[in-house]
Antibody, heavy 121, light 110 residues
Framework: QLQLQESGPGLVRPSETLSLTCIVS??????????WGWIRQPPGKGLEWLGS???????YYKPSLKSVVSISIDTANNHFSLRLSSVTAADTAVYYC?????????????WGPGTLVTVSA | QSALTQPRSVSGSPGQSVTISCTGT?????????VSWYQQNPGKAPQLMIF???KRPSGVSDRFSGSKSGNTASLTISGLQAEDEADYYC??????????FGTGTKVTVL
């Protein structure tokens, strides 16, 4: 059974780049069956979809974040990654990686437990 | 895309029904029958409760139902139980592989 687990630093300094990895276990990330995504939640606030990627590296982003967000996939090591540049305190959030079917407009059916990233000097 | 609009909170007594609205635009909720609903308990990841406006994943109670009219989708919880107390988020497909979430609603069981 597929499992997702976020990994990365819990503290990032303002203006630097936030980097997280989602480790996929129990199955291959290199499959046309799934899309892989990142969703975040600031403390006490709502969910925000950041972007997603498929097995061949086609990526899609929230339009307002396109200039600062990048998602990549590493099929050899079975993980995908998020990079968010020029972070501010507003980027402090729990970051979730998630999976959905690669069919059109499918919901996010599986989520990792989430990891808290704090942006602070 | 702006976040979909949900009421901040709704409440009901055990056994009652509550309905949560999710208002978007003609570019997201109104454009596609691809609205999903997620339940989130404190400190936990969201869990899918409804997809494609009205469909329930296997294992989700039939007390949860969804609907949509125009730019507004709704989630109804019937026969409210203490275990339903949680935060609920709607999510809509917005075209070109883009998704938008709602602002979230806290359901309180009185």
């Amino acid at each position: 059974q597929l499992q997702l687990q976020e990994s990365g630093p819990g503290l990032v300094r303002p203006s630097e780049t936030l980097s997280l990895t989602c480790i996929v276990s129990g199955g291959s990330i290199y499959t046309s069956a799934h899309q892989w995504g990142w969703i975040r939640q600031p403390p006490g606030k709502g969910l925000e979809w950041l972007g997603s990627i498929n097995y061949s590296g086609d990526s899609y982003y929230k339009p307002s974040l396109k200039s600062v967000v990048s998602i990549s996939i590493d099929t050899a090591n079975n993980h995908f990654s998020l990079r968010l540049s020029s972070v501010t305190a507003a980027d402090t959030a729990v970051y979730y990686c998630a999976r959905r079917s690669n069919l059109a407009a499918r919901p996010w059916i599986q989520w990792g437990p989430g990891t808290l990233v704090t942006v602070s000097a | 895309q702006s976040a979909l609009t949900q009421p901040r909170s709704v409440s009901g007594s055990p056994g009652q029904s509550v309905t949560i609205s999710c208002t978007g635009t003609s570019s997201d909720v109104g454009a596609y029958d691809y609205v999903s609903w997620y339940q989130q308990n404190p400190g936990k990841a969201p869990q899918l409760m409804i997809f494609d406006v009205t469909k329930r994943p296997s294992g989700v109670s039939d007390r949860f139902s969804g609907s949509k009219s125009g730019n507004t989708a709704s989630l109804t919880i019937s026969g409210l139980q203490a275990e339903d107390e949680a935060d609920y988020y709607c999510c809509s497909y917005a075209g070109t592989f883009v998704y938008v979430f709602g602002t979230g609603t806290k359901v309180t069981v009185l």
